[in-house]
């Protein structure tokens, strides 16, 4: 996904002029195209995020179009007085790609795992959160994020993750997408946890449960009256997401569901990082299984909710 990525912000460049990049300590040889053929609108500014985000308002204000790369813990905890007072405050147009969605870095510890980025960005007035599912949903938003006003962080994955987005499926921003109907239960998604819905809702096919899947890449805007007409059949719905329960997807949908008003209750359960650091060192797949985000935990977590014992 950052391949796609950081490729399409190239192809982007090529086209607008007012297209810069901004990396921080990327690499060796990222971004090289762009350096080569572009140099005056490629800047590699080492470990100093704050400065970073700084000097990328600075240049939206003067005009620019500016995509900044990092780590997502760097670019959200590290400076986050910055995204608030430089990009938000001003409406700044810089693009956060954030790489390391989740626990993608896992093997090194907290320090880089982002799980909290999500809630904290979301609560910054004016921040636009993205977060697409694969490679191929990543080419169809990055077209959509040059002319879009105000500051975006999109969230990627570690990379190589499962394509499972429609390659005829469109993209716009504040829209969600329905990647599998169902008439009984509904899984909620948000980036690379789309495949992890989509194979529960499998598991759940075979116990005859007819379980939907609805991918949220927009977290802000929300699509919040699509939300509500999907919910609206459904008997229970699970949220699941590579972020902590608090404040996250899981929260947003939460307050859509309170406001709903539905004449018949609906079941409703979180499935998330729980609301502590991670206590263990391992791969992502490792921590996912820990935590009880993986296909299986999801399936047997909706038929518990409507009652169905395994």
């Known amino acids: 996904m950052r391949a796609a990525c950081l490729d399409m912000v190239y192809e982007l460049a090529k086209q607008d002029e007012r297209i810069v990049f901004i990396g921080s300590d990327l690499g060796v040889g990222a971004m090289a195209r762009f350096k080569a053929e572009m140099p ?9 995020e704050a400065h970073v985000v700084g000097m990328a308002a600075g240049m ?41 969605a989740g626990v993608a870095y896992a093997p090194l510890g907290p320090t ?15 921040m636009t959160v993205l977060a697409p599912a694969d490679a191929t949903e990543m080419r169809r938003l990055l077209p959509r ?51 992890t819905a989509l194979d529960a809702a499998r598991l759940l096919a075979e116990r005859g ?13 929300l699509d919040t009256e699509g939300l509500r007409m999907l919910m609206e059949p459904v008997r229970g719905v699970i949220t699941l997401e590579e972020h902590t329960i608090l404040g996250g997807l899981g929260s947003a949908v939460a307050e859509v569901l309170a406001e709903a008003g539905f004449d018949s209750p609906k079941r409703f359960r979180r499935m998330g990082i729980p609301d502590a650091f991670a206590d263990q060192y391992g791969s992502q797949a490792t921590l996912l299984a820990h935590w009880g985000l993986t296909a299986e935990a999801s399936a047997l977590r909706a038929a518990a909710l409507l009652g169905i014992q395994p």
């Open 112 to 126: 880089h795992q982002a799980i909290e980025d999500l809630a904290i960005l979301r609560a910054l007035p004016g």
């Open 209 to 221: 449960l007819d379980a939907g899947v609805v991918h949220v890449p927009s977290l802000k805007p």
């Open 145 to 195: 994020t040059v002319e879009h006003p105000g500051p975006i962080y999109i969230r990627q994955g570690k990379g190589g993750d499962p394509v499972v987005t429609p390659p005829d499926q469109d993209f716009a921003i504040g829209r969600l997408f329905l990647l599998r109907p169902g008439r009984d239960f509904l899984f909620i998604t948000t980036g690379t946890m789309a495949k």
């Open 60 to 100: 939206a204000m003067e005009g620019r179009i500016v995509y900044v790369n990092t780590i997502a813990t760097f670019l959200t905890r590290r400076c986050y007085e910055q995204l608030a007072v430089d990009l938000c405050l001003h409406q700044a147009n810089v693009r956060l790609l954030a790489t390391g």
């Open 40 to 48: 005056s609108r490629f800047f590699m500014e080492g470990i100093s």
